[in-house]
């Protein structure tokens, strides 16, 4: 059986650390990010982060159960970063399309943080804050319950899976990453049109539209087609 997490009141008054450092779990978070910058997520162990906290590894089990709770306190982090500060406006497709951006922009500042983390489900604070502020937005928009949680299932999936993909790219060793990029400029570029007469007359585009992510369109699709069909509901009702 896991042991139980103490209570955030009494770690507060645990001894701080040789170097003088009072731990709390944001305290550990933030280290974890770092790390998982610096050196991936192989870099992520128990060990090296209580070398880089100057801690015994066995007093992070004061805070998470293990490894895998830690994860999913670095997943609720970096929703919590998406969304400090902002606030509804009350206009449905301006909020959404400011969440889906806060989300996906946090996710992809931490590139191995959301390679570990987005294909999680946290449970924690800052996931629910999230998920409430987004059914809230299309039920006050006026979409039917079932309506609202096939809209919040594709829009939180898609802003989920773009932040995956661009963040793994971001990840790259920046050589490879340079490499995909420059793919479009070269070997695209000099697809004949012969035998690839659409890849040829796209080139140009492409090379200016795929080293960028197509989250925005895409999201913005999603916000056209939500928006359609709240359009074609209301003379019915």
């Known amino acids: ?39 991936g997520s192989a870099g992520l162990t128990a060990r090296r982060l209580g070398l880089a906290l100057d801690a015994d590894p066995s007093t992070l089990y004061r805070y998470f159960r293990g490894m895998d709770d830690l994860t999913l306190a670095i997943g609720d982090a970096l929703i919590g970063e998406a969304l400090r500060g902002w606030e509804p406006t009350g206009e449905w497709r301006a909020d959404l399309r ?50 609202t949680v096939r809209i919040y299932h594709a829009f939180i999936d898609q802003t989920l899976a773009f932040a995956a993909l661009d963040a793994a790219s971001l990840a790259l060793p920046s050589e490879s990453l340079r490499a995909d990029e420059d793919m479009w400029r070269s070997t695209y570029a000099r697809v004949p049109r012969t035998t690839h007469p659409r890849i040829a007359e796209a080139a140009p585009l492409l090379a200016t539209r795929m080293v ?26």
């Open 1 to 39: 059986m896991p042991k139980a997490v103490v209570p955030e009141e009494k770690r507060r008054r645990r001894r701080p650390t040789k170097s003088g450092t009072v731990l709390s779990e944001r305290l550990i978070v933030e280290t974890a990010l770092r790390m998982l910058r610096e050196h």
């Open 212 to 237: 960028n992510s197509a989250y925005p369109t895409a999201l913005e699709m999603l916000l056209d087609s939500a928006a359609a069909q709240l359009a074609a509901e209301r003379p019915a009702s």
């Open 98 to 147: 400011a969440v889906g951006l806060r989300i996906h922009e946090a996710y992809v500042a931490h590139p191995q943080a959301a390679v570990l983390t987005t294909s999680r489900v946290t449970g924690r604070a800052h996931e629910l804050a999230a998920d409430e502020a987004v059914l809230d937005i299309l039920r006050r928009a006026g979409f039917a319950l079932p309506d």
